[in-house]
């Protein structure tokens, strides 16, 4: 079965540069959630959209921005890069069901590691 | 606020042992919760949920959970453990009553070594 996709899945940087990473939900999935995962952390959710549109915010820096396009993908986009930035960034896609955005189950992608030198 | 609450870092088990992973929670409503496993270099994979009905769900790789509302307890049990189920697992909740309703709030995760 087709899975979450996300790339680079591997990124290093340095202090100050910026990154965009991507992620490709599961086929006829409309919703897309980032998560980002510090070493030795659980993840923490930063942003969701759903038909393109930003459904829910979560503790993202305003350093960071996200979209979802036409074809439901989604792009991370960091900018001035911290030390602190360097984590696991997990992408999550999910299907709209008839219970509603609460009940459904979101499926993760491989993840996207980030090191800021 | 809602809250998960691992209480254990680490569990070890031994092979063809029944193996549990503790998991509680504090939310204002009724709570929907979720497992995921993570091997290490992999992203989290889905295992089972409670949304509401049976309070026992069984899920993949022949794992199931209790739900407990008067203990607010969601614990992860597996009949008997394999060496392969050695992996980082993390409880999650989701409150659709306190807003943010799409956010999984995770546990800090619990460590099973199952060993040979």
């Known amino acids: ?117 | 606020a809602q809250s998960v609450a691992q209480p254990e870092d680490q569990v070890n088990v031994a092979e063809g042992n029944p193996l549990t992973v503790k998991c509680t929670y504090s939310v204002s409503g009724n709570p929907y919760l979720f497992w995921y496993v993570q091997y290490p270099n992999r992203g989290l994979q889905f295992l089972l949920k409670y949304i509401t009905g049976d309070n026992l769900v069984k899920g993949s790789y022949g794992f199931e959970a209790e739900f407990n509302k008067s203990q607010t307890s969601f614990h992860l049990k597996k009949p008997s453990a394999l060496v392969s189920d050695s992996a980082l697992y993390f409880c999650a909740v989701r409150d659709p009553f306190s807003g943010g309703y799409n956010k999984l709030i995770f546990g800090a995760g619990t460590r099973l070594a199952v060993h040979p």
């Open chain 1, 1 to 117: 079965a087709a899975g979450v996709i996300q790339s680079p899945r591997h990124l290093i940087k340095e202090k100050r540069e910026t990154a965009t990473l991507k992620c490709y939900p599961i086929p006829r999935h409309d919703t897309v959630y980032w998560y980002q995962q510090g070493p030795g952390q659980d993840p923490q959710f930063l942003i969701s959209f759903y038909e393109k549109m930003q459904s829910d915010k979560g503790s993202i820096p305003d350093r960071f921005s996200a979209q979802q396009f036409s074809d439901y993908h989604s792009e991370l986009n960091m900018s001035s890069l911290e030390l602190g930035d360097s984590a696991l960034y997990f992408c999550a896609s999910s299907p709209r069901t008839s219970g509603g955005a609460s009940t459904d189950t979101q499926y993760f992608g491989p993840g996207t590691r980030l090191t800021v030198l």
